[in-house]
């Protein structure tokens, strides 16, 4: 079955930094792009960052231009975000799925990393 396992959330302060794994299964994580989606309190789920099936280009919400980095580890089938420079505003349940600019496994959302930041 198609599964996503987040992990690497956390409690930090602003301006520090944090690395986010997305650990995939179920499919060929070689064959799809895969993103990272994050949903604030009381807001919908939006884009943050985005991988090829190669992992040769990568895109990133404005917001996040920057500060984060994206990369997949196709020997551990794991996807990776880089957060540096976090602000108060990140705060949000991130998510991951495959997909470039929209999920594909709409059906298959893991429960996500939480992240905080504090000011």
């Known amino acids: 079955q198609v599964q996503f396992v987040e992990s690497g959330g956390g409690l930090v302060e602003p301006g520090g930094p944090l690395r986010l794994s997305c650990e995939v299964s179920?499919?060929?994580?070689?064959?799809?792009?895969m993103s990272w989606y994050r949903q604030a309190l009381g807001k919908g789920r939006e884009l943050v960052a985005g991988?090829?099936?190669?992992?040769?280009?990568?895109t990133y919400a404005d917001s996040v231009k920057g500060r984060f980095s994206v990369s997949r580890d196709f020997f551990e089938n794991t996807v990776h975000l880089q957060m540096n420079s976090l602000k108060p505003e990140d705060t949000a349940v991130y998510f991951c799925?495959?997909?470039?600019?929209?999920?594909?496994?709409?059906?298959?959302w893991g429960q996500g990393t939480q992240v905080t930041v504090s000011s």
């Open positions: 991988i090829t099936s190669r992992g040769g280009t990568t």
């Open positions: 799925n495959a997909g470039w600019k929209s999920p594909l496994f709409e059906n298959y």
């Open positions: 179920g499919f060929g994580n070689d064959l799809y792009a």
